[in-house]
């Protein structure tokens, strides 16, 4: 049975995603990742093996994209520059492209722990 998480709990309610959500999107903005032309998914920390498994999923073509944006924006921070306002990463484009394939790694992960645990019984 799933447990009710704190995101969850936000999405349901219209009370709390209403007065949460500009607090998210104002702390989206002044992260400061949309200035470079980054994703959210492009700042996760891809040194654990999870997140390497859940990249090697992603396709070849969003795998390009991505090392295109990290590279643009690793060349803009040397530089000490960002995007032109209209160049930025828009609320709307800032889809997230590796979280579920981040999520399907985690439950193989969670499944294979559980098998390795099973205690066998011999009558």
Do not use: C
Not at 12 to 18: A, C, K
Not at 21 to 41: C, E, M, T, W
Not at 65 to 85: C, D, E, G, P, V
């Amino acid at each position: 049975m799933p447990y009710p998480t704190l995101y969850n709990t936000v999405k349901n309610s219209r009370f709390l995603y209403g007065l949460l959500k500009p607090v998210a999107s104002f702390y989206a903005n002044i992260a400061g990742y949309r200035q470079l032309g980054l994703r959210y998914d492009d700042i996760l920390d891809d040194e654990n093996d999870t997140a390497r498994e859940a990249l090697r999923r992603v396709s070849p073509k969003e795998q390009d994209l991505r090392n295109y944006r990290i590279r643009t924006a690793f060349q803009l921070s040397l530089q000490h520059n960002i995007l032109s306002k209209e160049k930025w990463t828009k609320p709307e484009d800032d889809v997230r492209y590796l979280s579920p394939h981040l999520d399907e790694v985690v439950k193989e992960e969670e499944e294979r722990e559980a098998f390795d645990a099973i205690k066998v019984v011999r009558k």
